[in-house]
Each structure stands twice: as C-alpha cells, then as structure tokens.
C-alpha cells in the first residue's frame, strides 16, 4: 500500500474527528451561553411555531439576506445552494448500497459544481469591487472563499478533464469508515481536492463556517416576541428574584 494512501488517510480521519468534535464543543459552549434579554429582530413572529417558520424561511431561502442586498443573495444562495446538491452526491462515496434520494440527485445535480463555483466567484467579486465590503473584508474572509473554490475548481477539473478512478476513490472511503486501509489513486487533482477538503474539515470548528450551526443558536432569531405576554427571565436572575 503505498505511503501516500496511508498519509491521506490519516489526515482526513484526523481533520474528520477535528470537524465532529469541534463542532460538539462549540455547540456545548453556545448551549451554555446566556441569553439574558429579550432581543428578537422585529417584527417578529409571537410563537414559538411562527419562530420555526421563519427560521425555516431563513435557512431555506436566506430572507433577511433577500431583503438587504439582492446581488449578495443571488451569489450567496446560488452558492449554498449547489454545495447542498454538491454534497448530496458525494454520500455515493460513503454509503453501499446508495439512498435513493441521492442516486436521483446525481444527473439532476451534475452541474451543481459549475453553480457553486459561479457563487463563490460573485461573492469573491463583491469583496474586492464594492469599496465598503472591500474595507471590512479581512484575509480569513478571503481565504475562505479562496479554499472552497478550489476545491471547487478540483473537484470540477476531476468531473470533466482529469478523470479519476471513481470505484477506487469509494472503496478508499468506504474503508475509511471502517478504518480499513485502500489503494488511492496518485492523481493530481484527486489529492489536491482531498488535501484541501481535510482542511476545510479541521478549520471548520474555528472559522466563521460556524455560521451554519451558530444561526440556530442567535437569539435574534429564536427567540418569539411574546416579551409583553410572557416575562422573560435569565436562569440566575430568576435565583436573584426568588431571594429578593
Ligand atoms: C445551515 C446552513 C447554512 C446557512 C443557513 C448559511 C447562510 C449563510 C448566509 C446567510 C451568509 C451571509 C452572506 C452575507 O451576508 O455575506 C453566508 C455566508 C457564507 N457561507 Fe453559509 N450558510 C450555511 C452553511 C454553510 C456551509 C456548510 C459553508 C461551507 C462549508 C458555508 C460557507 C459560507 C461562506 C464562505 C460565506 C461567506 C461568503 C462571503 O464571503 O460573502 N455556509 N452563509
Ligand atoms: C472526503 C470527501 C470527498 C471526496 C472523497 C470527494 C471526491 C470527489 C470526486 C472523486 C469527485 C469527482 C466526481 C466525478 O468524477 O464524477 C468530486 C467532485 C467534486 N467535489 Fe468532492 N470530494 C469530497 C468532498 C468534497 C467537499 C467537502 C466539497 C465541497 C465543499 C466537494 C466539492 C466537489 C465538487 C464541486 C465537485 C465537482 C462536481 C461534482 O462532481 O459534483 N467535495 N469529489
């Protein structure tokens, strides 16, 4: 088995359990945040049902972003989007026999690629041609859309120029799931696009990636606005309130 093999393995369980575990801490921390006031963004909904909706609405279809800025919701919900439909065609590499759901999405979502990158590069674009966005954009902010349209790029380069042995990349992850070691094969983009998803998956838990878990944890967005029905009280000043 070759030493390349055994390295990219080692480094996509280890970026793997960096990505599981780091996001449980973090979700741990945001769970044990306080969240003293009562800060929905309103108008809000006043139930806790219309909450779900309306986060329901936000993650689907980016709301508020539709509402702020209608070229970064194109690019960014263009984005999200296909790396959804990306990402839903690559369970075939870790699953035998495959879901329906995602044998269905492989010819529908076959140029997803081509949409995630056309995202990226718009959100790029916005960083560097609107002069306020430019000012705040700091070189994570870069880096990040920099990574993920490489992989991007990669993962495209590997579809439609450079080919790679597919049934040898499943049983390589396939055996990864269960700690098995398989040949690789020693293609360029296929390394490359490896390489650059392991640290995707180890950056994830301290990065603004955190975003996508974080959104269901901002009290300006769960949290019903029911403040003049029901008295909202933070755990410990409910304990001061006991004693007073
Ligand atoms: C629940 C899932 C997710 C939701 C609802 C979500 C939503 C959003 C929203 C609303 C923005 C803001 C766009 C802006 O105002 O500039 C954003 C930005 C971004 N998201 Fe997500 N996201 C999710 C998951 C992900 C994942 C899994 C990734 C990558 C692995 C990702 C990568 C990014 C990046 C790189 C940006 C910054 C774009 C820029 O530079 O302008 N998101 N996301
Ligand atoms: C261990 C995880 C991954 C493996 C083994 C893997 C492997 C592959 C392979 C073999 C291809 C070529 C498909 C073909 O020739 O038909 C590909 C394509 C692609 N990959 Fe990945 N990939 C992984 C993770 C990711 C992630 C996390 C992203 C996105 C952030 C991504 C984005 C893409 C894109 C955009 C394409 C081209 C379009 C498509 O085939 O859907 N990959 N990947």
Redesign the pocket.
């Known amino acids: 088995m070759s030493a390349v093999a055994l390295a990219y393995a080692a480094l996509l369980i280890f970026s793997a359990a960096m990505l599981v575990i780091g996001v449980a801490l973090k979700i741990r921390l945001y769970l044990r945040t306080p969240a003293p006031l009562k800060i929905p963004t309103t108008p809000a909904p006043k139930t806790r049902r219309g909450v779900a909706l309306r986060m329901a609405r936000?993650?689907v279809f980016?709301e508020?972003?539709f509402r702020?800025?209608k070229w970064?919701w194109l690019f960014?919900w263009t984005?999200?989007a296909a790396?959804f439909v990306v990402l839903l065609r690559h369970v075939r590499y870790f699953q035998q026999p495959v879901w329906e759901p995602v044998v269905m999405v492989q010819a529908v979502g076959a140029y997803a690629g081509f949409a995630m990158v056309a995202g990226l590069a718009g959100?790029?674009a916005?960083?560097w041609l609107v002069d306020r966005v430019r000012y705040i954009s700091t070189p994570s902010?870069h880096l990040?859309?920099v990574l993920?349209l490489a992989i991007g790029a990669s993962g495209l380069a590997m579809r439609f120029f450079n080919h790679t042995d597919i049934v040898a990349v499943k049983t390589f992850t396939l055996g990864l799931l269960r700690l098995e070691l398989n040949p690789l094969p020693l293609d360029g983009p296929l390394l490359i696009h490896l390489a650059l998803v392991a640290l995707?998956m180890a950056i994830?838990p301290i990065s603004?990636?955190m975003?996508?878990?974080g959104?269901f944890f901002s009290p300006t967005r769960n949290q019903a606005d029911n403040a003049r029905e029901k008295r909202h009280l933070a755990p410990w000043a409910a304990g001061l309130e006991r004693r007073t």
């Open positions: 936000e993650v980016f508020s972003l702020s800025s970064t960014g984005f999200h790396l959100l790029w916005r960083r902010d990040h859309l993920l995707l994830f603004k990636l975003h996508a878990p959104l």
